[in-house]
């Protein structure tokens, strides 16, 4: 499985991606309790969840500069 692209980021409307950005975290947080908790899973999604919570939280930085520069 390969890591997501930021471009199918980059064409989600503002309310989506806050969706999945809160999506990702949850799935973070349960990764966290799994390990903390010694349950079986696959420390592999630990790598891909923070790569996607990253390029979510890029475009929704730079989303917002674009915003903020149009209203001045």
């Not at 975290?25 to 799994?34: C, D, P």
């Not at 079986?40 to 903020?68: D, E, G, I, W, Y």
């Amino acid at each position: 499985m390969s890591l997501p692209t930021i471009a199918e980021i980059k064409q989600l409307k503002v309310e989506d991606l806050e969706n999945e950005i809160l999506i990702i975290k949850k799935q973070l947080f349960k990764l966290r309790v799994y390990r903390g908790t010694k349950q079986t899973f696959k420390p592999h999604q630990f790598k891909h969840a923070k790569h996607r919570l990253s390029q979510l939280l890029t475009v929704q930085k730079n989303n917002k500069k674009f915003t903020l520069n149009i209203k001045e």
